[in-house]
């Protein structure tokens, strides 16, 4: 064994090169890997002329150099690996810096082959079996979109029961999903919103396994089955060089793969990525709430109206007076994200991504529509798909869009998504050019207040080869890259109408934050498992990181929902979660329907507390949730699956913005409530002697604890799906 070691965290290696240990100084999180089921160090893939691609793993232990290198100590593994295909030398190097609880590792391969190096999997932290026992499962906490916590993880992908229809699969990105049936494996950029995750038990911590890559190139992050006797995993980043069908050549990481501990749940290891994310340029416009290109009233808001997801019905007559009314029987600032505002079928696709009605008639009732909801100070986007392109269009033909798409290794289509049309490669000037143009349209033409440009910040990427698109064979920088620029030119083009108008997108992904003002993130409250666990249970890891650096809206279910403990936690989970609220799939006339008056009421009590909490929610950092002593229920939540268990009848999210903490409470459940609620304000950063604690409602604002030297405990009773907003302050 070979060690690296500093105040934070200890790492050995074996005789091949591969991570054996990995714990913390005070051995309370320890990686759990089974030294005798440990895998190749590195898989590198080779594609020869004919296509074919050549795996080519460790055939001996490498030369192992361990050095100091100034306040680092570093590993550095050589292989010479050699076949009929030719001659490798990779040299794999593990940078541990001083008082770090993460090391670097890089690889850098000489490729002495008439092949291209297609794929390089590396690291691979194999070995990983099941934490130890304890009291209650070990989780991995992915970023699929906001955030998912998938329990026993290594037993899910060695038997996973599959459950996710292929309807699902494109629509959620589980297109992209590789290796075999259980295996957790997506792009980034993609579904994959941020660039790490987290293994761990929440009683001790866990595993950080990340890459730090300033320029969010493509690559692919996942958990595998490994070892093939259906008790390990392995975790896997696999990286690329810029051109993937040049033959010969060398290779050299373009940024380091970062792997470390971290104790606690997996919020800590939130903690290690934001001290990486927030110096990246997407941070750099600065905190939410200093960004003078968001407008105030996107700041403001508590609630978003949208039409889609029950009807698609788009006609100002069916939505306007629904808006009206909940606007004024809330008492909340409401925006609209307007789907199929044309006149067309939303859905059909027919005319992606135009969406400008070009019938007079139709703009002219729609314009009538917006005005009314502007003198009712409610705001409206609509959707605009910013990645398809229909080839039935005149735009499209115009702009000889073939040559645009994005294509695959063999120069064919490499997605068509099904009627609505190709998806384009994100460097396309064309393609900019259109969504601008169709943009400004809709701000100039309809009085639109920006637009919503659907599949930018999450869907998965689609690697492109098309030679004369200015990018690299095989995707490289082109999905950040080109999708920035195309942001770059609309928001600079909507700011210039009016810098009240906003871009929002489909869900979050970190490395276009500066670019838009707002994402809808309606998964926030999906209890269906993205990668097809029925127990994971979504979790805010996105706003974990970013909460107070993006603000986001949304929920995934309708007014359809019948199942009212389902509709409730779902709901509970956008607020507490820390996202402005949404109402869906409710139209006019629809407030005189009884089956509707209690998701009316439930919707109504989240939003109130959102209006009395809004600062914070839409502002403040994110922090873990409180400990709260309260019973425990399940709620069902799909026909043929088994129920969420376990989870707590009172939700609390806490935010902290200028020195203050706000927890929002929310009893989900149809009985009244009762908790205790302890917090230590300290330990939530809080500065100050003593503190107060008040509820800022329902209610009028009241103080209910006056000078607490230490640690809160406050018993908080809640009535029926119900909600309560709690602050801590420092005492003045
Ligand atoms: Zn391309």
């Given at each position: 064994?070979?060690?690296?070691e500093n105040?934070?965290?200890r790492?050995?290696?074996?005789?091949?090169?591969?991570?054996?240990?990995?714990?913390?100084?005070r051995?309370?999180?320890?990686?759990?890997?089974?030294?005798?089921?440990?895998?190749?160090a590195?898989?590198?893939e080779?594609?020869?002329?004919?296509?074919?691609?050549?795996?080519?793993?460790?055939?001996?232990?490498?030369?192992?150099?361990?050095r100091?290198?100034?306040?680092a100590?570093?590993?550095?593994?050589?292989?010479?690996?050699?076949?009929?295909?030719?001659?490798?030398?990779?040299?794999?190097?593990?940078?541990?810096?001083?008082?770090?609880?993460?090391?670097?590792?890089?690889?850098?391969?000489?490729?002495?082959?008439?092949?291209a190096?297609?794929?390089v999997?590396?690291?691979?932290?194999?070995?990983?079996?099941?934490?130890?026992?304890?009291?209650?499962?070990?989780?991995?906490?992915?970023?699929?979109?906001?955030?998912?916590?998938?329990?026993?993880?290594?037993?899910?992908?060695?038997?996973?029961?599959?459950?996710?229809?292929?309807?699902?699969?494109?629509?959620?990105?589980?297109?992209?999903?590789?290796?075999?049936?259980?295996?957790?494996?997506?792009?980034y950029?993609?579904m994959?919103?941020?660039?790490?995750?987290a293994?761990?038990?929440?009683?001790?911590?866990?595993?950080?396994?990340?890459?730090?890559?300033?320029?969010?190139?493509?690559?692919?992050?996942?958990?595998?089955?490994?070892?093939?006797?259906?008790?390990?995993?392995?975790?896997?980043?696999?990286?690329?060089?810029?051109?993937?069908?040049?033959?010969?050549?060398?290779?050299?990481?373009?940024?380091?793969?970062?792997?470390?501990?971290?104790?606690?749940?997996?919020?800590?290891a939130?903690?290690?990525?934001?001290?990486?994310?927030?110096?990246?340029?997407?941070?750099?416009?600065?905190?939410?709430?200093?960004r003078?290109?968001?407008?105030?009233?996107?700041?403001?808001?508590?609630?978003?109206?949208?039409?889609?997801?029950?009807?698609?019905?788009?006609?100002?007559?069916?939505?306007?007076?629904?808006?009206?009314?909940?606007?004024?029987?809330?008492g909340?600032?409401?925006?609209?994200h307007?789907?199929?505002?044309?006149g067309?079928?939303?859905?059909?696709?027919?005319?992606?991504?135009?969406?400008?009605?070009?019938?007079?008639?139709?703009?002219?009732t729609?314009?009538?529509?917006?005005?009314?909801?502007?003198?009712?100070?409610?705001?409206?986007?609509?959707?605009?798909?910013?990645?398809?392109?229909?080839?039935?269009?005149a735009?499209?033909?115009?702009?000889d869009?073939?040559?645009?798409?994005?294509?695959?290794?063999?120069?064919?289509?490499?997605?068509?998504w099904?009627?609505?049309?190709?998806?384009?490669?994100?460097t396309?000037?064309?393609?900019h050019?259109l969504?601008?143009?169709?943009?400004?349209?809709?701000?100039?033409?309809?009085?639109?207040?920006?637009?919503?440009?659907?599949?930018?910040?999450?869907?998965y990427?689609?690697?492109?080869?098309?030679?004369?698109?200015?990018?690299?064979?095989?995707?490289h920088?082109?999905?950040?890259?080109?999708y920035?620029?195309?942001?770059?030119?609309?928001?600079?083009d909507?700011?210039?109408?009016a810098?009240d108008?906003?871009i929002?997108?489909?869900?979050?992904?970190?490395?276009?934050?500066?670019?838009?003002?707002?994402?809808?993130a309606?998964?926030?409250?999906?209890?269906?498992?993205?990668?097809?666990?029925?127990?994971?249970?979504?979790?805010?890891?996105?706003?974990?990181?970013?909460?107070?650096?993006?603000?986001?809206?949304?929920?995934?279910?309708?007014?359809?929902?019948?199942?009212?403990?389902h509709?409730r936690?779902?709901?509970?989970?956008?607020?507490?979660?820390?996202?402005?609220?949404?109402?869906?799939?409710?139209?006019?006339?629809?407030?005189?329907?009884?089956?509707?008056?209690?998701?009316?009421?439930?919707?109504?009590?989240?939003?109130?507390?959102?209006?009395?909490?809004?600062?914070?929610?839409?502002?403040?950092?994110?922090?873990?949730?409180?400990?709260?002593?309260?019973?425990?229920?399940?709620?069902?939540?799909?026909?043929?699956?088994?129920?969420?268990?376990?989870?707590?009848?009172?939700?609390?999210?806490?935010?902290?913005?200028?020195?203050?903490?706000?927890?929002?409470?929310?009893?989900?459940t149809?009985?009244?409530?009762?908790?205790?609620?302890?917090?230590?304000?300290?330990?939530?950063?809080?500065?100050?002697?003593?503190?107060?604690?008040?509820?800022?409602?329902?209610?009028?604002?009241?103080?209910?604890?006056?000078?607490?030297?230490?640690?809160?405990?406050?018993?908080?009773?809640?009535?029926?799906?119900?909600?309560?907003?709690?602050?801590?302050?420092?005492?003045?």
């Open positions: 064994m070979v060690a690296l105040s934070r965290v790492m050995a290696f074996d005789s091949h090169g591969r991570l054996a240990q990995l714990l913390d100084a051995g309370v999180a320890r990686a759990p890997i089974d030294e005798r089921a440990l895998t190749e590195f898989i590198v080779l594609r020869n002329g004919a296509g074919e691609v050549i795996h080519v793993s460790p055939q001996r232990p490498p030369r192992l150099d361990r100091q290198e100034g306040q100590q570093t590993l550095v593994c050589t292989w010479e690996l050699d076949g009929p295909w030719g001659a490798l030398t990779v040299r794999t190097k593990v940078t541990l810096p001083a008082d770090s609880p993460v090391s670097e590792w890089t690889v850098d391969i000489d490729n002495r082959t008439a092949c190096l297609w794929q999997a590396y690291p691979r932290v194999s070995g990983l079996t099941a934490f130890p026992p304890a009291d209650g499962p070990d989780w991995l906490a992915i970023p699929f979109e906001m955030g998912e916590k998938v329990p026993e993880a290594v037993a899910f992908v060695n038997n996973r029961v599959k459950m996710i229809d292929t309807w699902a699969r494109s629509e959620y990105g589980a297109y992209d999903v590789e290796g075999k049936g259980g295996d957790i494996a997506f792009s950029p993609g994959w919103a941020m660039q790490f995750m293994y761990g038990h929440p009683s001790t911590g866990g595993l950080y396994f990340a890459a730090h890559d300033p320029q969010a190139l493509y690559k692919r992050f996942g958990f595998y089955a490994d070892a093939t006797d259906g008790e390990h995993a392995a975790m896997v980043l696999k990286q690329y060089p810029e051109d993937r069908t040049a033959a010969g050549g060398r290779f050299r990481s373009f940024y380091p793969a970062v792997i470390g501990v971290y104790e606690g749940d997996w919020w800590r939130s903690d290690i990525y934001r001290a990486w994310a927030l110096k990246q340029r997407w941070a750099q416009r600065g905190p939410t709430r200093r003078t290109d968001i407008p105030a009233w996107a700041k403001e808001l508590d609630l978003w109206y949208w039409n889609w997801q029950f009807h698609n019905v788009g006609h100002p007559d069916k939505v306007v007076p629904a808006i009206a009314y909940l606007k004024e029987r809330f909340a600032e409401v925006a609209f307007w789907y199929g505002c044309n067309e079928q939303f859905g059909s696709g027919w005319r992606t991504p135009e969406e400008y009605p070009d019938n007079r008639d139709i703009r002219e729609l314009v009538r529509g917006v005005r009314q909801l502007h003198s009712l100070g409610v705001r409206c986007i609509p959707y605009i798909n910013a990645r398809l392109w229909n080839p039935n269009t735009s499209f033909r115009q702009a869009g073939m040559k645009w798409i994005a294509t695959d290794e063999h120069g064919r289509p490499a997605h068509k099904g009627a609505l049309g190709y998806t384009m490669c994100p396309a000037p064309p393609f050019d969504i601008a143009r169709v943009t400004n349209q809709m701000i100039d033409g309809c009085e639109m207040d920006g637009a919503y440009l659907d599949q930018i910040s999450s869907c990427s689609v690697p492109c080869f098309h030679r004369a698109h200015g990018h690299g064979p095989g995707g920088d082109h999905w950040c890259r080109g920035r620029e195309m942001l770059e030119k609309v928001q600079a909507i700011k210039r109408r810098p108008n906003v929002t997108s489909e869900s979050v992904i970190e490395c276009y934050l500066d670019l838009l003002d707002l994402d809808l309606r998964e926030i409250s999906g209890l269906k498992s993205k990668v097809g666990c029925p127990s994971a249970l979504p979790i805010p890891m996105f706003h974990s990181v970013y909460h107070d650096y993006h603000m986001t809206y949304g929920t995934v279910q309708t007014f359809k929902q019948t199942d009212m403990p509709f936690f779902a709901e509970a989970l956008c607020l507490v979660g820390g996202a402005q609220l949404m109402v869906s799939g409710f139209f006019a006339g629809d407030e005189a329907k009884d089956k509707f008056r209690p998701h009316l009421d439930y919707m109504e009590a989240l939003t109130r507390a959102h209006v009395a909490g809004r600062k914070w929610l839409n502002l403040g950092v994110w922090k873990p949730p409180a400990a709260l002593r309260c019973d425990s229920v399940e709620v069902a939540y799909w026909p043929d699956l088994p129920p969420k268990t376990g989870i707590p009848v009172i939700l609390n999210g806490c935010f902290e913005l200028g020195g203050e903490l706000c927890i929002v409470l929310v009893n989900h149809a009985q009244a409530r009762e908790g205790t609620l302890s917090l230590d304000p300290k330990a939530y950063g809080l500065d100050g002697a003593a503190f107060e604690l008040w509820s800022l409602g329902p209610g009028a604002k009241k103080r209910l604890v006056s000078d607490s030297a230490g640690a809160l405990e406050w018993r908080v009773a809640l009535p029926p799906a119900s909600a309560q907003v709690l602050a801590i302050v420092p005492r003045r």
